[in-house]
């Protein structure tokens, strides 16, 4: 199968999964359901969940065990969008081409809104915990949650230090701590998870952690890259507002050259992974390729 | 001993076991511990704790098993005051006579410590049901986790209703359907997860979760009376508000003499199930007639 017919695959996979865990019935907070559903089904490339599914496809041949933890991740990569663009935190008006949560609904609907997806997920996974009889299994999937509540928090320090330094210089140290949290610990947590699900050895638990966070990594050092010379209409999202707004990004701190070609050793690093696990690892290695080459 | 005197025991055991969990280290990310430590020892009554501690106390003859609950659950708490007091909520300047989360931090932060805690919670839950050894508790712990995350759901949806229909006159059964969820849940699933813990029985669990039903309600009750008739230096907080915000109260919609009737009829049911337990039920009973004579 071609890569990016596979990618549609795995896509609408979670889009269908996502779909069975939507509130549509009447009840006074209908309107909050409707606005946790319009940013859930915004289009997202739904590569936190991909990467989880995919991983544990490689380690133990199926991925419905983890389906859960998915969509559970999707949903805290979905409330930390809608916060993250709130007008407290960085006022953006689009994301994925659509008007974000608070210009479609309004501040407080947001606000509850990604609180409530936050909350979600932990239903999902606590509901999923009480379901499963497999004790070796359900062991698994306590570890799990931990790397997800871990990653989370992680997540939630490093949008604090994005917010924190914004318009100030900061040290490479920082930038590379800030990006490790709000982007790569999601992503590292997919991969995670998806191993521990699987069951999969101490070796390949550290392999495809490595694997993750040289693509959460790449995967920042690309969106800083598109932000700079990225097509709006493509993006769906407005150019040159990390500089406008003096964000510390790898273009405006190594320069975009410099960028280009951390972005692509860094690829190749990842690439190297991949080949360890022969055609099993041809999906990641094209995703890989993929965020590289990506203009959205 | 003293109601007042075990209140404040137990105070100091909930405060004493926050503490361990606050974040004191230096790190990128400091300015957000030290918020979401400002809103979590800003001198809260400490009541759903305090509720689910004496609760699992009745049914086991201990404690000591629900107090990783008992943190997340004043986590939660926690997290839903600051996301209320927020500017695009009900933009409150004070609580607990001290400075709002985003009037002493600022805007960003206070999402960001809202979210932060109510995460921390799960990490908490998470943490506990691995080192959980003993299987039969450890199934236990996983019943009380979906416990604390579906009232957690509902929270968040009567915070929104309250919201949406601020200042439009709602009917009784709104209003009820609000503070059941707002206010409710959280209390609910305090005493039901300390039931849960305590593996009481199923009529146990429905008694104790019907005292707590109504103990949520009359919560509220006297919320309501306080934000009319309260004494702003003692409350910590401006009288008046909801009548100048429109609210729909209990005040409001059935006027302040027969709220306090409806107070004190319910205060009088929920003791009456405290009898039950003899002396066991005594700090309950007299949780009850704090709640209802309360002055702040």
Redesign the interface.
């Known amino acids: 199968m071609e890569f990016k017919e596979e990618l549609k695959k795995y896509q609408d996979l979670i889009n269908e999964e996502l779909k069975k865990y939507l509130r549509t019935g009447e009840?006074?907070?209908k309107?909050?359901n409707n606005s946790m559903e319009y940013s859930l089904m915004a289009g997202g490339k739904r590569l936190r969940p991909i990467l989880m599914v995919n991983v544990c496809q490689i380690f133990s041949g199926q991925y419905q065990n983890c389906l859960p933890f998915a969509v559970a991740m999707e949903m805290i990569h979905n409330?930390s969008l809608i916060?993250d663009d709130?007008?407290?935190?960085d006022n953006d008006d689009f994301r994925h081409g659509k008007q974000t949560n608070?210009k479609k609904f309004?501040?407080?609907?947001?606000?509850?809104a990604?609180?409530?997806l936050?909350?979600?997920a932990?239903?999902v996974?606590?509901?999923d915990?009480?379901k499963e009889t497999n004790?070796q299994l359900q062991k698994q999937k306590?570890?799990a949650?931990?790397e997800?509540?871990?990653a989370?928090?992680r997540m939630?320090?490093g949008?604090?230090?994005d917010?924190?330094f914004e318009g100030k210089p900061i040290s490479s140290d920082?930038l590379e701590?800030?990006h490790n949290n709000k982007t790569g610990a999601l992503l590292k947590a997919s991969a995670r998870i998806g191993a521990i699900i699987a069951n999969a050895s101490e070796e390949d638990l550290n392999k495809i952690t490595k694997y993750a966070e040289i693509i959460g990594l790449t995967f920042q050092i690309k969106d800083d890259i598109l932000s700079v010379v990225g097509d709006e209409k493509i993006l769906g999202k407005p150019v040159g507002n990390d500089e406008k707004r003096g964000k510390c990004t790898y273009v405006t701190k190594y320069g975009l050259e410099r960028a280009q070609e951390m972005l692509d050793e860094l690829t190749k690093e990842a690439i190297e992974i991949t080949k360890t696990y022969n055609e099993k690892g041809a999906f990641l290695e094209n995703l890989a390729i993929y965020i590289q080459t990506r203009n959205k």
């Open positions: 009840c006074p907070e309107v909050l409330f916060h709130l007008p407290g935190i608070h309004n501040e407080a609907t947001a606000i509850l990604g609180d409530g936050l909350n979600y932990y239903q996974i606590a509901n915990l009480i004790l306590m570890s949650f931990k997800l509540a871990d989370t928090d939630i320090a949008e604090y230090v917010t924190e920082y701590y800030m």
